[in-house]
């Protein structure tokens, strides 16, 4: 059983930044898929930032390219999401998810991961 735990979620204004850590307790699988993904009232869950198992490739959304940066620490088995340049659109609740390589791959589908945190709210003020 996989456990995640997110956490940095805070009120912030337009221009500033955060950082997102997600705790895991467990494996889901020799090779896994560790994502973020965001939901706004209103408005489907979506890929934000994706990280395979070995932490050597990474996907982003269009949305947040150039601003955003997901990454992992290994020894602390935890999944980080540095948030710069935060916009007012980026409010959302932010969720951490794990799931295994489909086909060698991990997409950004929320349905393909399999283990979800309880989400920490990101709200950014103009």
């Known amino acids: 059983q996989v456990q995640l735990v997110e956490s940095g979620g805070d009120s912030v204004q337009a221009g500033g930044s955060l950082r997102l850590s997600c705790a895991a307790s467990?494996?889901?699988?020799?090779?896994?898929?560790m994502g973020w993904f965001r939901q706004a009232p209103g408005n489907a869950r979506e890929e934000v930032a994706i990280?395979?198992?070995?932490?050597?490739?990474?996907d982003y959304a269009r949305s947040v390219q150039g601003r955003f940066t997901v990454y992992q620490d290994n020894a602390k088995n935890t999944v980080y999401l540095q948030m710069d340049s935060v916009k007012p659109e980026d409010t959302a609740m932010y969720y951490c998810?794990?799931?295994?390589?489909?086909?060698?791959?991990?997409?950004?589908?929320?349905?393909?991961?399999?283990?979800w945190g309880q989400g920490t709210q990101v709200t950014v003020s103009s």
């Open positions: 467990g494996s889901p699988a020799r090779d896994f898929c």
């Open positions: 998810a794990a799931g295994p390589l489909l086909y060698g791959y991990c997409r950004g589908v929320p349905g393909d991961f399999d283990y």
């Open positions: 990280i395979y198992h070995d932490g050597d490739v990474t």
